[in-house]
């Protein structure tokens, strides 16, 4: 998707903004999973910085990392600090008819010329 919608002949996406747009993407949709009762739904659309991504499941909870991040790590809290260092513009939404709606802007940029 980076490489084919937002990316395209002459304007390569960087790899390693490929790699962070990946990560994102599975730790969101994992923490989907894990924690907030399951996916309900996954979006992405291109933008002029890059792709904006948004995450559905079935909790109305917000995770208490969207307020503060851990400053400890027993065996887990590394996803969120990830997506906040990777993405920018990161909401946290309810969605009509319960769940939430978690989303962020991944920044790609164009490769350099080879």
């Known amino acids: 998707m980076a490489r084919t919608v937002w990316g395209g002949p002459g304007r390569e996406v960087r790899e390693e903004d ?3 747009l990946l990560l994102v993407v599975s730790e969101l949709v994992t923490n989907a999973i894990r924690h ?3 996916l309900a739904g996954f979006e992405v659309r291109p933008t002029e910085e890059g792709l904006w991504i948004a995450v559905h499941d079935n909790s109305s909870v917000v995770p208490p990392a969207a307020y503060v991040f851990p400053t400890t790590h027993p065996g887990g809290g590394y996803g969120w600090p990830l997506v906040a260092r990777l993405a920018r513009d990161i909401t946290v939404a309810p969605r009509p ?3 939430k709606t978690i989303g962020a802007l991944v920044p ?4 350099p010329a080879p």
């Open 18 to 20: 490929v790699v962070d």
């Open 36 to 38: 907030g009762e399951g």
């Open 97 to 99: 008819g319960g769940g």
């Open 108 to 111: 790609l940029r164009v490769a």
